[in-house]
């Protein structure tokens, strides 16, 4: 079987419209893949930067998979929230990138994006908070319904990933 190593870490989030900000994170594959060692999902602890826009995570990502095909190749999917000084947590975007697929060290830059409620919705999140949220969170990675969604663009989360893969040869991938 091929195995594929995601070693890396979730480095923070920047261009959100206030700071104190957290990342919940998950990885999604196809029915081929095997998870060997390692989370699947996680959360990061909320960042109150005090100088600059930059929320830093610095979240480690360990992940060690095995597969027989390369259908459905990891995706890894983000919510990105941010906490008031009550403690209550609001939705600030949502965003997904796929795993790269070539060994080595990488930078990868996720941008994220929230719903639009309407009107009267986008009101009542101004001033109360909350604000609308997706039913299923598949709808981030498998974009069936997602062309039907009304939303704005949020800020960009940084992951630095290493990919290392071994006997992908056997099954015509070159690496």
């Known amino acids: 079987m091929a195995e594929l190593h995601i070693i890396g ?3 923070g989030a920047s261009g959100f419209p206030q700071s104190s900000l957290f990342c919940k994170w998950g990885i999604h594959t196809g029915g081929a893949w ?5 989370l699947k999902e ?4 909320v960042d109150l930067p005090q100088t600059g826009d930059m929320a830093y995570w610095s979240h480690p990502i360990d992940l060690h998979y095995t597969t027989k095909g390369l259908q459905g190749w990891p995706k890894l999917h983000l919510q ?6 009550f403690g209550r947590c609001q939705l600030y975007g949502y965003g997904y990138c796929h795993v790269p697929s070539s060994p080595g060290h990488h930078h990868i830059r996720c941008v994220t994006w929230r719903p ?3 009107w009267q919705e986008q009101i009542a999140q ?4 909350g604000g609308p949220q997706l039913r299923s969170p598949d709808i981030i ?8 969604l009304h939303t704005e663009a949020m800020g960009t989360v940084q992951l630095e990933l290493g990919i290392i893969m071994r006997h992908f040869d056997r099954y015509g991938v070159e690496s």
């Not at 996680?42 to 602890?45: I, N, R, V, Y």
Request: charge should be positive; charged fraction near 15%.
């Open 9 to 11: 870490q979730i480095v």
């Open 34 to 38: 095997r998870l060997l060692s390692g």
């Open 42 to 45: 996680g959360q990061t602890q």
């Open 80 to 85: 990105v929230w941010h906490q008031d000084s």
């Open 116 to 118: 639009l409620g309407s």
């Open 126 to 129: 101004t001033f109360v908070g």
């Open 141 to 148: 990675y498998s974009g069936a319904d997602r062309y039907r």
